[in-house]
């Protein structure tokens, strides 16, 4: 078995060598692209159903590599948790995110919420709290325009989650479900974790017009937060049809294609700066 084995790799060896590589240069590319000043943050508007009026962006962090371009985060976010470069990296798109946000509003920008990604790792690193506070005092932006994202990780240390997730509550921070719905997420966390919003994930609002199961889920879930006094953000809202059945159901935020995608801050600048 042991030699037939060996077979086995010689014949895909080159092909997995490849890939190896691939991954590899990709891994020595990324410990160095925090030196080399090499992530940008898009960010994506989130609109009040209500009102029309923009509330608040996510930061959506890409990679602007030297020779391969613009790379989304599918691409490597998985790469950094593995190498445990994304406590990093987070930490970087805490600080950008949040000082551009400063930034805009001592530029006059009516002020709004930041919404970043929070990763595993980050959440469950012992110094996020420090972190956090030191954040507030360097970028002297309010807690009340902050907001993160956290996803169903809060499952594997659930007691720590729940004393972190109260303690960044006391700082200020407002707290999202990020993409509720899917994975391990549960209705537990609705009942015990301190959180303000729930996003519900596109693949259920990209099918509510299709699908009747989607439609009822949805549905449920925002008389579900409502009832729980959160608020409840749609994600990938992409047609005017969807809007109005997330409106007409009472959904309170709204981001997606159908209003923008994640821009630039240059753009982001042109549009809602010069509005003002
Ligand atoms: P997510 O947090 O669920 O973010 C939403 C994703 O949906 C984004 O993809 C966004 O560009 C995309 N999107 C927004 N509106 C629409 C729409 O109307 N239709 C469709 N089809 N897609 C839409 P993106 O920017 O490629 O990010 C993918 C994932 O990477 C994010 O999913 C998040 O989990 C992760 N990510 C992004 N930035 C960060 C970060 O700074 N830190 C960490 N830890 N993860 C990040
Ligand atoms: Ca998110
Ligand atoms: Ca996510
Ligand atoms: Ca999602």
Same mark, same amino acid.
């Given at each position: 078995?042991?030699?037939?084995?060996?077979?086995?790799? *010689?014949?895909?060896?080159?092909?997995?060598?490849?890939?190896? /590589?691939?991954?590899? /240069?990709?891994?020595?590319?990324?410990?160095? !692209?925090?030196?080399?000043?090499?992530? *940008?943050?898009?960010?994506?508007?989130?609109?009040?159903?209500?009102?029309?009026?923009?509330?608040?962006?996510?930061?959506?962090?890409?990679?602007?590599?030297?020779?391969?371009?613009?790379?989304?985060?599918?691409?490597?976010?998985?790469?950094?948790?593995?190498?445990?470069?994304?406590?990093?990296?987070?930490?970087?798109?805490?600080?950008?995110?949040?000082?551009?946000?400063?930034?805009?509003?001592? !530029?006059?920008?009516?002020?709004? &919420?930041?919404?970043?990604?929070?990763?595993?790792?980050?959440?469950?690193?012992?110094?996020?709290?420090?972190?956090?506070?030191? /954040?507030?005092?360097?970028?002297?932006?309010?807690?009340?325009?902050?907001?993160?994202?956290?996803?169903?990780? /809060?499952?594997?240390?659930?007691?720590?989650?729940?004393?972190?997730?109260?303690?960044?509550?006391?700082?200020?921070?407002? $707290?999202?479900?990020?993409?509720?719905?899917?994975?391990?997420?549960?209705?537990?966390?609705?009942?015990?974790?301190? $959180?303000?919003?729930?996003?519900?994930?596109?693949?259920?609002?990209?099918?509510?017009?299709?699908?009747?199961?989607? !439609?009822? $889920?949805?549905?449920?879930?925002?008389?579900?937060?409502?009832?729980?006094?959160?608020?409840?953000?749609?994600?990938?809202?992409?047609?005017?049809?969807?809007?109005?059945?997330? &409106? +007409?159901?009472?959904?309170?935020? +709204?981001?997606?294609?159908?209003?923008?995608?994640?821009?630039? !801050?240059?753009?982001?600048?042109?549009?809602?700066?010069?509005?003002?």
């Amino acid at each position: 078995a042991k030699s037939e084995g060996k077979n086995r790799y *010689v014949v895909h060896s080159s092909e997995l060598l490849n890939v190896m /590589m691939d991954e590899y /240069m990709l891994e020595v590319d990324l410990r160095r !692209a925090l030196d080399n000043d090499e992530f *940008v943050l898009h960010y994506q508007p989130q609109i009040n159903n209500n009102t029309g009026k923009l509330v608040g962006f996510e930061a959506l962090i890409r990679w602007q590599h030297p020779t391969l371009g613009l790379i989304p985060p599918g691409k490597f976010i998985k790469l950094a948790e593995e190498n445990g470069l994304i406590t990093q990296i987070g930490e970087w798109v805490i600080n950008e995110a949040c000082s551009q946000n400063k930034k805009w509003q001592d !530029a006059g920008m009516t002020p709004v &919420k930041m919404s970043v990604n929070l990763s595993t790792q980050q959440f469950l690193t012992r110094d996020l709290l420090a972190f956090m506070e030191d /954040m507030l005092e360097r970028t002297a932006i309010d807690p009340a325009y902050v907001v993160v994202e956290i996803t169903e990780y /809060m499952a594997m240390e659930y007691e720590y989650s729940i004393q972190v997730l109260e303690q960044l509550k006391a700082l200020g921070i407002g $707290i999202s479900i990020d993409d509720f719905g899917t994975g391990y997420s549960s209705l537990n966390y609705l009942k015990n974790f301190p $959180i303000d919003y729930i996003k519900i994930d596109k693949s259920f609002v990209s099918e509510i017009m299709n699908n009747e199961k989607d !439609a009822i $889920i949805v549905n449920a879930i925002i008389t579900l937060a409502h009832n729980l006094r959160k608020e409840v953000i749609a994600e990938g809202v992409e047609t005017q049809e969807q809007l109005d059945f997330l &409106k +007409s159901h009472h959904c309170d935020i +709204s981001q997606g294609y159908y209003f923008s995608k994640p821009l630039p !801050a240059d753009e982001i600048e042109k549009i809602y700066l010069e509005q003002h």
